[in-house]
């Protein structure tokens, strides 16, 4: 329950498992903690089956084989995986506890907690067949093979599963309830040229089934359509809360991003922020950029630690 290491990452994400390889590779002790089950951030809750297109190197990684690879990059400097677990407190000293009451005591601390706890926006009329049927995040394709699926709404995540799951699935539909969509405009074009049949204008409102979904009814107007269904897939967006961050003497901007100079450092000294919850002039909040400000702030980290220290750590071709 208690852990002493040279530096905790509070968030398991993309940056943060860099940070952790970082770490390792400056030959920092490291804990890495987070309030999800699994390492991976919004990329193993969210779309672990998606495919991203802008990591250096790769021309195409799904997100759960990205995180695989991450881990396994940090995997010889032997990281402290504290999942599960929601930090809460900070302390001075850097002494940082857990909802479940275990205590990492730290010499600094890089925080790449993304957006914060995330929960998804409920679809009433199928509130009930939770893990029956309804799925707000699609985490295994296969799981949905030979199934008649039915994705509730507009957004890049709804074109997305409809184009990967087409192919697996008996049928699919996408329901949104307006005419015009926040999805990326080729992936809609893609979809609606696919077999995929997208209903616009519309709403599912009944779910029936047993012990699981069975049919669904799609009201459209005074219209209402009855269609089999096996998985309802709600993709209805999330709210986003920091939580605990806000009290930990951070500052916060907007109750959302924590303002950082050049070297990732935050206003308290030996407190540094990389990824989504990190803001400065120019910002752009990509994968690949989450990934150059875990290792700026690591090395800066390193030389908080110990001045004598170059912040440049050399190549990782000379080790």
């Not at 905790?8 to 309030?35: E, K, M, N, Q, T």
């Not at 209903?199 to 009201?219: F, M, N, Q, R």
Request: charged residues 20%; proline residues 7%; hydrophobic residues 45%.
């Amino acid at each position: 329950m208690n852990h002493e290491v040279d530096l905790v990452i509070v968030g398991a994400g993309p940056a943060g498992l860099f940070a952790a390889y970082y770490a390792g590779f400056r030959g920092l002790s490291v804990a890495v903690l987070d309030s999800l089950p699994e390492p991976g951030g919004q990329i193993n809750a969210m779309y672990p089956e998606k495919k991203i297109y802008d990591v250096a190197g790769f021309p195409a990684v799904r997100g759960r084989e990205l995180v695989d690879r991450l881990l396994a990059q940090a995997e010889p400097f032997r990281p402290c995986y504290l999942l599960g677990q929601r930090a809460e407190t900070l302390e001075p000293g850097f002494v940082v506890t857990t909802d479940s009451g275990t205590r990492v005591t730290a010499k600094a601390v890089v925080i790449a907690g993304g957006i914060g706890t995330f929960t998804p926006r409920e679809l009433p009329a199928a509130r009930e067949f939770a893990g029956r049927g309804l799925a707000y995040f699609v985490r295994r394709l296969e799981d949905y093979a030979g199934t008649d699926v039915v994705i509730v709404g507009g957004g890049d995540s709804a074109f997305d599963w409809a184009q990967a799951l087409h192919p697996l699935a008996r049928s699919v539909t996408v329901v949104h309830r307006r005419d015009t969509f926040r999805a990326h405009p080729s992936t809609v074009e893609a979809v609606r040229a696919s077999p995929v049949e997208v209903i616009t204008g519309a709403t599912v409102s009944k779910v029936v089934g047993a012990d699981s979904v069975e049919l669904v009814e799609i009201a459209r107007g005074e219209e209402v359509r009855t269609l089999p269904c096996q998985r309802i897939i709600a993709a209805l967006g999330f709210t986003a809360n920091l939580g605990p961050l806000l009290r930990w003497g951070v500052h916060i901007e907007n109750r959302r991003h924590i303002p950082v100079d050049a070297s990732m450092a935050t206003n308290i000294p030996g407190v540094f922020a990389v990824g989504d919850i990190n803001d400065y002039p120019g910002k752009v909040r990509l994968i690949a950029v989450g990934f150059g400000e875990a290792a700026t702030a690591v090395n800066n980290a390193a030389h908080f630690l110990d001045p004598a220290r170059p912040v440049f750590p050399g190549h990782s071709t000379d080790s």
